[in-house]
């Protein structure tokens, strides 16, 4: 199985929005590992092909918070 890197610039204005995405990933099948920077506003997270790029794009948004760009790969990919 492939592993992949996928990075998100969130918008997180608080420890408790840091803890929103926090607990998502941590939750979400096929997520390997995950860091969330308040400092950076990203999330950044390990992968492996049962965890989509979009499927954690869609898992971030349901927290509410805004994500204003992400790669996949390496790779910028545009986020709506």
Same mark, same amino acid.
């Given at each position: 199985?492939? &592993?992949?890197t996928y990075t998100?610039d969130?918008t997180?204005s608080? +420890?408790g929005c840091?803890?929103?995405?926090?607990?998502?990933? +941590?939750k979400?099948d096929? #997520?390997?590992?995950h860091d #969330?920077?308040?400092e950076?506003?990203?999330?950044?997270?390990?992968a492996?092909d049962?965890?989509?790029? &979009?499927t954690v794009? &869609?898992t971030?948004?349901?927290?509410?918070k805004k994500?204003?760009?992400?790669k996949?790969? +390496?790779?910028?990919v545009t986020? &709506?």
């Amino acid at each position: 199985m492939a &592993e992949h890197t996928y990075t998100f610039d969130v918008t997180m204005s608080c +420890g408790g929005c840091k803890g929103a995405v926090d607990r998502v990933l +941590g939750k979400l099948d096929g #997520v390997k590992s995950h860091d #969330v920077s308040l400092e950076k506003q990203q999330a950044t997270v390990q992968a492996d092909d049962t965890a989509s790029f &979009e499927t954690v794009l &869609e898992t971030i948004k349901k927290t509410g918070k805004k994500v204003t760009g992400a790669k996949k790969d +390496g790779e910028s990919v545009t986020v &709506e």
